[in-house]
């Protein structure tokens, strides 16, 4: 939609909030629209659907009827916004609260709502009520994206609308299409699920979002409504957890040591024939089928899994996938934009109009900052800054005088604003806006209590805090009991203890680290700088001297962590931002070029592409740097056709080959099952 649509949605805002006794069709028609000759009948229908985008604001357009004329007249009819429609009421946060607050946000910051977030994060800064608060030294807890089904199920829900989407069954295998009321997203079991009511079997279901196997359409022309009460979080506690099963997987020797580790019993099969000569069979216990088979199918030719079928036939429907996308004809490689990547927004005048309705705020209580740090602060470009700023001066009241503008100077690379034309405050909550912030603060329940605040102290603030935005999201709060985030809290408490307490202290520690990409066990001399997490996953990244330079760690492949006697020896240092970057980029890292389906369009935000470009299908070309070239063919295979490698060419021809090999295991019957068989 065009810039001119932008500048007269705002225009009428901005005059129907300017005026005390309400202002007719025909002085809106004139000044407003400036009556570009159009019948009253299409007057009247633009001027409908403009009303219409403002109510989607929430702002409440007033009708005041002349007395003595029937409500039936045009002519007689005036239209006004009250000036505290719809703005934000006041939310006075102490410190504790501000801290809590910014840590519930920063969860959603690569995830579906990670925008929003930050979207009510400004609004709450724009109105004074939020202080410039910091992150706890150290601890940077993060929601996992959940890929574009979750972005997709978010959007249907806040409009209302009924999703479309194919999905295999656990039960059955088949594959079929649903037509589903979207009720609530919620993480359980380490798995995302939707419930909401199953149009064609007439009754609620749950769905796992790892199980959809096309893209989730919003039917728009349909209404559906969350039931009243509904609440995610206890409909998810309803799902009982999966028996406990044994894989019996056939292992290279002397490979994959962490799946060992979790072996409950090591059987030799030197002597046996076939593709199982040079193998060991390992029974290793697990629950989910799902989880274990990309895990499964990410190790390759080196382990085959003999059962169950189930298992089995979720790494070959992975690698097949994966082998099956990596023979596609190739696409071609034209990035029309270099440097960094930015995740691809649907530009609309709606979209336009509501960053000015915060904008504006904004830079009221921001004074003179420069025009960079303003548009970093919107996730904007300076020149879709610049666009902004040059809307907002030619808009105003219907007058046109100089005062009636707004007032906005920034020639000396600095934005302050003198006029604000009655928008210095900023507009409520929009519901994923709630959601994200309400949602963040419900998952934060269990994080271990953070710098500067004891156990108690933490659970008030979060408690209070929750009960303040409540009361300011009003309405729009009805999504947050919709949606559930998974657990942050570290599953080795232990580990997470002595890492925190290690970078308070600034101490060094020594730790023994299991790396499955190289298949080894290293012994380390670290500074600790920061933990932080994807979902209850928690990595802490560290100065190595050993390899001189930064790394991550995962706490659940610390095999041993204890201090050394040492202080940090200050060679390395965070870097500044927020939050840390789960890839540390190095000089030596290998440049890749991946081909993205759009359902794994989210990887290139996960690694932090370099550059992207949008392919016809609603993919994505993604230039991304790996410190490991050796483990790409790992990472195509686990995410069996969600991503290809197209450059360098030795390196995707080494992932075809690699695929090859795996699925090549299971070309032959298990030699070892047809004896026991027989």
């Known amino acids: 939609m065009s810039a001119s649509r932008t500048e007269r949605l705002l225009n009428l805002l901005i005059a129907l909030l300017n005026t005390k006794y309400g202002l007719s069709r025909a002085v809106l028609r004139d000044k407003v629209y400036h009556d570009a000759g159009d019948s009253d009948v299409a007057f009247g229908r633009m001027f409908e659907r403009d ?172 209404h559906c409504e969350i039931p009243t009460g509904f609440d995610i979080r206890a409909e998810l506690d309803s799902l009982n957890e999966l028996p406990s099963q044994e894989a019996q997987l056939d292992v290279a020797e002397g490979r994959l040591l962490g799946l060992r580790k979790r072996a409950v019993s090591i059987t030799d099969t030197a002597g046996s024939t076939g593709p199982h000569n040079g193998t060991d069979r390992l029974s290793v216990p697990f629950r989910d089928s799902e989880l274990l088979a990309e895990e499964l199918a990410s190790y390759g030719p080196h382990v085959s899994v ?120 900023p507009v409520r909550f929009s519901v994923d806006e709630a959601c994200a912030l309400l949602t963040g603060l419900a998952t934060l329940g269990g994080l271990p209590a953070q710098a500067g605040m004891s156990e108690d102290e933490q659970s008030g603030a979060l408690e209070s805090v929750t009960l303040k935005l409540t009361g300011a999201a009003g309405e729009a709060g009805r999504l947050a009991a919709a949606v559930a985030g998974p657990p942050v809290t570290p599953a080795d408490a232990g580990t997470f203890g002595t890492i925190t307490r290690a970078i308070q202290a600034g101490s060094q520690l020594r730790l023994r680290y299991l790396s499955p990409q190289r298949d080894s066990v290293s012994e380390r001399d670290v500074d600790p700088l920061r933990l932080y997490s994807l979902d209850n996953t928690w990595y802490f990244e560290a100065y190595c001297h050993s390899k001189a330079g930064l790394r991550n760690f995962r706490l659940d492949r610390v095999e041993e962590i204890a201090p050394n006697g040492r202080v940090v020896s200050g060679a390395g240092s965070a870097e500044d931002g927020v939050p840390v970057k789960l890839y540390t980029p190095n000089d030596d890292d290998v440049v890749v070029v991946l081909q993205l389906t759009r359902q794994g369009a989210g990887l290139a935000d996960d690694y932090y592409a370099d550059r992207t470009a949008v392919l016809p299908d609603g ?40 695929l090859a090999a795996a699925l090549g295991q299971y070309k032959q019957p298990d030699p070892i099952q047809n004896v026991k068989a027989g």
């Open 51 to 222: 009303k219409a985008d403002l109510k989607q604001f929430g702002f409440v357009i007033e009708t005041l009827l002349d007395h003595g004329f029937g409500s039936d007249d045009p002519a007689s009819t005036r239209y006004r916004i009250g000036k505290e429609s719809n703005r934000l009421p006041d939310v006075r946060l102490t410190p504790a609260e501000g801290t809590v607050l910014l840590l519930a946000a920063q969860l959603w910051e690569r995830a579906a709502l990670g925008s929003a977030a930050a979207s009510a994060l400004r609004k709450l800064q724009a109105s004074g009520d939020l202080a410039d608060v910091e992150l706890p030294a150290g601890v940077q807890p993060r929601i996992k994206p959940a890929g574009q089904a979750f972005d997709d199920i978010i959007a249907a829900m806040n409009g209302q609308h009924p999703v479309v989407f194919h999905y295999r069954a656990a039960s059955t295998g088949k594959e079929e299409r649903r037509l589903v009321e979207p009720w609530g997203l919620g993480s359980r079991f380490g798995q995302w699920y939707l419930v909401g009511f199953d149009r064609g079997r007439g009754a609620k279901r749950f769905f796992r979002l790892s199980r959809m196997t096309s893209e989730v359409q919003a039917e728009a022309r349909e």
């Open 619 to 658: 993919g994505l070309l993604a230039e991304i740097r790996f410190g490991n070239a050796d483990w790409l063919p790992m990472f195509v295979a686990q995410h069996g056709g969600a991503a290809r490698i197209l450059q360098p060419a030795g390196l995707a021809d080494a992932s075809a080959e690699w």
């Open 306 to 425: 003999a059962g169950p079928p189930e298992l089995r036939l979720g790494v070959i429907r992975r690698l097949e996938a994966a082998a099956g996308f990596a023979s596609r004809p190739a696409v071609e490689i034209r990035f029309p934009e270099a440097g960094p990547a930015r995740r691809v927004r649907k530009r609309t005048s709606e979209n336009q109009l509501n960053r000015m309705l915060q904008l504006v705020p904004f830079l009221v209580h921001n004074q003179g900052l420069p025009i960079q740090e303003v548009a970093d602060r919107f996730g904007i470009t300076r020149k879709e800054l610049l666009e902004d700023l040059k809307i907002l001066i030619c808009s105003g009241r219907p007058e046109g005088y100089p005062d009636d503008l707004f007032d906005i100077d920034w020639e000396n690379e600095h934005v302050y604003i003198r006029e604000h034309l009655e928008l210095n405050r």
